[in-house]
Structure formats: C-alpha cells, structure tokens
C-alpha cells in the first residue's frame, strides 16, 4: 500500500482494513488485530539522533499544490542529491507523491520546504513509474549551496539498521529507526523490506544508514502488517539520476508514462511465456507463467511462479444445498498510475459449482447470479473509456463455454487496455465452471495473446 | 312523427327533454335554443349566447342553424359549423352542453345483450396463474441456507394487482358508472402473465441464437404490453373517451420506449446498457454452434476499435491545451 499524504488517505486506509479483513476471513486465518492509525515510533539510540542532527537540512517536503486553490493536493518528502550550482539541486521524491501533476502539469505545480521552512519552486526532470520515483529540480537560488545526501551502491546485509526520514502527516521531520530485512521475494520490481515505521508523508524520504548514506528510498507500507514497510533500492536512484539529469526540460509526461507502462506489460508478457530477457535485477529471476491445477476433478489454468499469489475458498458457511469453490490467482506486478489507477496486473478466477441438492431449474438459474463468484465485476474508473462487450459461445477442450469479452481502453495513455473475459460453462445440468480472466493495463496484442493462450488451455 | 330534443350529461344520460309531437297541418316547427327565457329549450352555459341556435323541423327532415353566437355549433366529428343537417342521434355542442336530437323514424341501435358469463372465475384462475409463476421464480432463488420470503412476496404481488385494479374500477365507476373489479383484475393478470411469457421466450431464443438483440428489446417488449394493458383497462372503464386517450397511451409508450434510448446514447455513445446476457439454459436448447478461436479474437479486434472510438470521442481535450502557469 502507498503511503499517499493526500485527503483521499483516509478513505483509502479505511478500504484496506476492510481488504484485510476480508482476506482474514477469506482464508480463515487467525484474525490479525486491526493495525492501529498512527504506529508509534521507538525511542531513537543515540545514533540516531545525531544521524537526524547532521543530515535533517538535505529533507525536503514535497509538496504538489493544484493552481487554481493554491492548495495542497498530495504531499510526501524527498531529499537532495545533486547541486547544479546555477542550474538548481536535484532532488528524488517518489512518482506517486508527484503522479498527479505529472499527468495534468497544467492543474498542478509542486512546492519544496525544507527543514528551516524555506519554500521554492520546483520542475519535474525525469520518472521512473515501475520503480515508483521521481527526479525534481529546485529553482536555482542565489549563492546558497544545496546539501545533497550521498547515496550508497551496494545493497546493505539483511539486519543492517537503517534510518527513515521525512514528515509524515505534516507533524514535522523525523527519524524512524528499523532493520533492513532482505528483497521482497514475490514483486516483480525489487523492493527492500524494513521492518521499521514509515507513515503517510515520509513517501519519497530518504532511507540512510548508519554513516548517511541514502540505501533505500521509503515508497509504501503494508496496511495490515506491523511495522512492514518497503523501501526502492539505491540504485534505481543512481539510474534516475543518470538519465534525468540533464534530460531535456518538459511539461509533456503522459506520452514518458505511457512508454514506461507499455514496456512493463512487455516485460510480463514476456515473463509469462518465458521470453523474457536475463535477469536485470535480483528478483529479476522471479518466475510468472500459467500452469494447470486442479480445482476438484476439474483441471483449470491458474498462474504459476514466484510471483503470483492464489486463494481459494468455499461457500461452505454459507449454504450447504450446493458447493461452490474458488480459486483467484494474481500476478503481483501492478504498477501506481494515479490514484484509483494501476496497470499491468493478471487476475484469473474459477469457481466450480456443483448441483448436489439443488433442483436442475434451481442450478441453472444460478447461471445468471452465480458470476459473484468468479470476481467478474468492474467498478467504472473515469480513466478508463465505457466498457464494450461481446458474447459468442466458444468450445474448449472437453466443454462448451459462453465466452463474454469485456474491453476498456485507457483514456490518458495511448495503447493500453484492460481486457475482461468470462467463460460460463453451458453443457453440462450438473456442475459448472465460470472462468474469468483480466488483463488490466496491456497492449492489444499482449491482451490478445495471453487471452488466445488462455483460451487454448480451457479444458 | 314524433320528435324529441335532449340535453345530455357527460356520461350519456339525458338531462331535460322536450318532444314534438308531429305538426298536423305540416306546418314546418322552429325550436329555438339559447340561455334567453324566450327560448323553446333554455340551456345554463357561460358559452352559449342568448339565442344560440334553431332547429327548423319539417316534415322527416330537421336542420340546426346557428342565429347569434360567436361559438358556433360543434358539429359530431368536432368541428365548428353554422348549419347542421340532423339525420341522426349523434349528439352536438353549444358551448359546452352536449344536445341530441332523436327522431322516431330513424332506427334504433339493439337491444345489448346482458353480460351472463361472471368473470371471476376467470380472473381468479389468471391471478392463481400469477401466484404460481411467482412461486416458481422465488423457488429457483431458494438455493440458500435462508429460505426466501415466499408469503411476503406473494402477498405484495397480490396487493400490487388487487391495488392496480382497484384504481381502474374506481375511475370507471367515475367516469360511467359501472363497476368492473374482476374485469380489470383479469386484464391485469393477463398482461402481467404475457409479459413474463414473452420475456422467457425471448431469453431462450437469446440463449439457442448466442443473439444478444431479444434481450436488449427487454424493455421495449415490457413497454409495449404494459401500453396494451393500460388500453384495455382504459376502453373498459371509459369507453367514451378511449378515442382520444389512446393518443396520450401511445405517447407516453414511445416516450418511455425512446428516452432511455436516447439517454444511453447521450451518456455511453450506445443504444443498449446490455452487452452480455448472462442467461444460462437447459443446454438441450442450444442450437448456435460454437465459434473458433479466431472469431473470438476477431471480436476483441472489434471490440478495441470500438472503445479507441469512444476513447477519441471522449477525449478529455486537455492534453494538448496550453493553459498558461499559475503566477502563484
């Protein structure tokens, strides 16, 4: 979850408990107490306080304003890295706090405070959406040097202590103090875990060990977990600012996004029939690929790899006169766009429904209630265009299905689309398969590719 | 011969009455009409003159002249005229008063036959078709640990027809008098159950076809019956005015036909929110034969082109616009 310092927090945090609840439910885990809003930080050790002594005047408050109130619409913190002199500092912030001026540049304007409550202006240089960072450049000031924050090339041990700052909840700058606990396994970018508190606001803050240097950059947090945070490798901050730097200045960045977008969901479709090129980055290795499982006696295609994530359960609370088992896969590669908008995730749903007690009349008008199962469902998004569908009756290995395609293009980046299909099972009086699939944010051919694939495996 | 002049109420029955027994020396008779006291038939209506008009009989033949009015006479088929030859009851209006003019030569309609046959057995049987239909439609829902509420529901089903039926044997009895409970509930019940019919049949053929047009005509199908039952409820309880008021039926259905229509293009650039059916039948009643991988992939080509159109339609415009910075 990202940290989003903005008015829709609230409404966002309260979605998440509710998702973690559910999930609790759904897998019949032991119920996790609700996390509480505001995780108290421990008492900073010594070095610490002299860590936040030394480097506090290198944070900075990013703050995005929309023009016409000259108010804040998101806020998150960043940290300097270079000082041009004459041309102004760099400085890196993540993509999320900025996305909303990045994609209206017209609405918004960002605005930088540092720690002595100094504001100035600020440009976008250059984003990286997949890795969730963003570089800015300060308006040049006369005769006072930035203090810029050294970041560090090698990836810290598993235990390492490290140190997050920022102004989380415009209460002020800050230091966190956590332990760096290994890559994230099961992301398709590579993110570091730190167990230590970052809070809505400290997005885009720095990340510093003990001589402070900059490991990590803090991007998001996990709602549900204690003290389960994550942190963007150093390194993708060196390549940000080796190719921002002295990019061109530019107001245009939805055509920048689009690109990073559409090479993401080439890279996934690639990962998932095994074309992918060598491992760029650790996790790079990470596998992701459609399998065949078993849901009962019925043989369905699901995701398969490192990097998906599946759940399944049962009506058995509900009623026992008929049996209905899901099973929803998800490859975990969804990159931010902007509030309310991700690209570039899979979603694969079955749900078997079996007859048993039920009368046939009773089981088959079932058909029409029953894709509550499968997940099938789409909330209107104003980013995407209308929905338009199709139906055709389409024969899969063994059985007859109704394959129901639903498309929505992306209305700000060219080229990407979600794709929503459902197979219902229409042969069989006894038990039934619904089957949906959803490309969310992929090319029309990718879309068309995986989707021809996954129809080739419906049994 | 033997004449008679009559001022009639609205619902047709007479009011005052003068007769004019035949004139032995055949001598032509004028009767004059009009709100003044000097006339052979006095009438009480702000919009007619004082002396409106004279009917001149003689012999078999009677004429209506208009003498001093503005109004004019209304002739049966409405319009506005001078000079009317009377050959037959059909009744006429000064002003607003409605006068019939009868002769004895002129034929009679029959006698009409008393209604024998009772209707509510009939509509008794067609609401014990309801309640099954209802029955039936609540226990293909009844698949959970909860058992639905089937008396509730049949109860606010009976209620909704008995209320429905009510309103029109009211207005009938209004309107002409006469009070028809069980025919309206009859036709009540029987335009709810060709409406069910006719939506299952155009779901199985949704289903046997893989078309997606029988379930997109849903609501104009429902329209059109509903109009069909508020005519026969109408030419039951209001004969009279049927004529007229099948104009306003027949507009308020193609109005309820057209806007949604319109509504839907204006809003999402369609003609129809449905796009899939969703309906699952007996397989037996699938006669479409499944298509290959590539119309499949074909439909989603088509279906691209369709939403980049939308895309390009509703274009939010501010990508390329040039607003200058805010100096803030």
Redesign the interface.
């Known amino acids: 979850m990202i940290v989003l310092a903005t008015f829709w927090q609230r409404v966002l945090k309260i979605g998440m408990l509710a998702c973690a609840t559910f999930a609790a439910l759904q897998t019949n885990a032991q119920p996790v107490p609700a996390p509480t809003r505001e995780v108290s930080l421990p008492a900073p050790s010594a070095p610490a306080r002299d860590l936040f002594a030394k480097y506090k005047d290198r944070l900075i408050q990013v703050r995005v304003l929309l ?2 109130a ?1 108010e804040q619409s998101s806020l998150g913190s960043g940290f300097f890295v270079r000082d041009d002199g004459d041309k102004g500092a760099l400085l890196v912030t993540n993509y999320h706090v900025v996305s909303s001026l990045a994609i ?1 540049p ?2 918004y ?1 960002i605005e930088i405070r540092q720690t002595s409550e100094e504001s100035a202006k600020a440009t976008l240089v250059a984003v990286d959406v997949l890795n969730d960072l963003a570089l800015l450049r300060m308006a040049p000031r006369a005769a006072k040097a930035a203090p810029t924050l050294q970041v560090r090339d090698t990836m810290p041990k598993q235990g390492e202590k490290l140190f997050a700052l920022g102004n989380p909840m415009e209460l002020g700058f800050l230091i966190s103090e956590g332990v760096f606990n290994g890559l994230v396994e099961s992301r398709i970018n590579d993110h570091m875990l730190f167990s230590g508190a970052i809070n809505s606001g400290m997005s885009g803050g720095p990340a510093i060990d003990d001589y402070g240097r900059v490991a990590g950059v803090n991007v998001s947090v996990l709602r549900d977990g204690q003290l389960l945070s994550f942190l963007v490798p150093s390194r993708f901050v060196t390549a940000l600012i080796e190719r921002g730097a002295d990019a061109a200045p530019r107001k ?1 960045w ?1 055509s920048e996004i689009g690109k990073q977008l559409t090479a993401h969901q080439a890279l996934i479709t690639a990962k998932l029939f095994g074309e992918a090129p060598a491992a760029t980055n650790r996790v790079g290795d990470a596998k992701a690929g459609f399998s065949t499982q078993k849901l009962d006696t019925r043989d369905v295609t699901t995701l398969d790899g490192s990097l998906t994530k599946c759940w399944a359960n049962a009506n058995d609370g ?5 049996r209905a088992d899901t099973l929803r896969c998800s490859l975990k590669s969804e990159v931010f766009v902007r509030r309310g908008l991700s690209s570039g995730s899979i979603a694969i749903n079955h749900s078997l429904l079996r007859k048993d007690k ?1 009368a ?10 029953a ?1 509550q199962f499968t997940g099938y469902f789409r909330t209107h998004s104003a980013d995407l ?11 899969g290995k063994l059985h ?1 299905y ?8 992306f ?2 980046f060219d080229g990407l ?1 979600r ?1 929503s299909m459902s197979a ?1 099972q ?4 006894n038990e039934r398969i619904l089957t949906g699939l959803t490309l969310n944010g992929f090319s ?1 051919d990718n ?2 590719r995986i ?2 694939d996954f ?2 495996r419906l049994q | 011969m033997t004449w008679s002049i009559e001022v009639l109420h609205r619902d047709g029955a007479a009011l005052q009455r003068i007769l004019i027994a035949d004139p032995a020396d055949n001598e032509p008779r004028t009767v004059r009409i009009g709100r003044a006291l000097d006339n052979d038939l006095i009438v009480d209506d702000a919009h007619c003159a004082a002396h409106h008009a004279e009917i001149v009989i003689s012999g078999d033949a009677a004429t209506l002249s208009a003498v001093a009015t503005v109004n004019g006479i209304i002739a049966p088929n409405g319009k506005a005229v001078r000079a009317l030859a009377l050959d037959n009851d059909k009744p006429f209006k000064l002003g607003h008063t409605s006068i019939r003019v009868r002769c004895d030569r002129w034929p009679l309609a029959p006698e009409l036959p008393l209604q024998t046959r009772p209707v509510w057995p009939l509509a008794l049987l067609l609401l014990g078709l309801v309640f099954a239909h209802e029955s039936w439609d609540i226990w293909l829902k009844d698949v959970g640990s909860q058992r639905p509420e089937y008396l509730y529901t049949l109860a606010g089903v009976s209620a909704g027809l008995g209320a429905w039926s009510s309103v029109y044997t009211l207005f009938g009895r209004l309107v002409s008098g006469t009070q028809r409970f069980f025919h309206h509930l009859a036709i009540a019940c029987t335009g709810f159950l060709s409406g069910i019919v006719l939506l299952y049949l155009l779901d199985v053929l949704a289903f046997a076809s893989s078309w997606l047009w029988p379930i997109q005509i849903h609501q104009p199908v429902v329209v059109v019956v509903g109009a069909a039952t508020v005519r026969a409820h109408l030419r039951l309880a209001d004969p009279r005015h049927w004529p007229g008021l099948r104009y306003a039926v027949a507009l308020v259905a193609a109005l309820a036909i057209v806007v949604p229509i319109a509504q839907q293009w204006m809003s999402h650039s369609r003609w129809s929110p449905i796009e899939s059916t969703g309906i699952l039948k007996h397989p037996a009643l699938r006669l479409a034969p499944p298509v290959s991988i590539d119309d499949i992939a074909k439909r989603q080509l088509e279906l691209k082109n369709r939403t980049d159109a939308l895309k390009a339609k509703q274009e939010d415009g501010d990508g390329d616009v040039y607003y200058p910075d805010n100096p803030g």
Do not use: I, W
């Open positions: 023009n016409s000259s209206d017209h609405k304007r245009e939805r509900d009623s026992p006169r008929y039920l046939t009349p009773q089981f088959l008008a079932m058909g029409s209630v894709r265009t209308d929905s338009r569908c199709g139906e055709d009756y389409f024969k007859v109704r394959v129901t395609t639903c498309m929505e293009a209305r700000k689309y794709l219902m229409v042969d069989d009086v029309f879309a068309q989707s021809r129809l080739e």
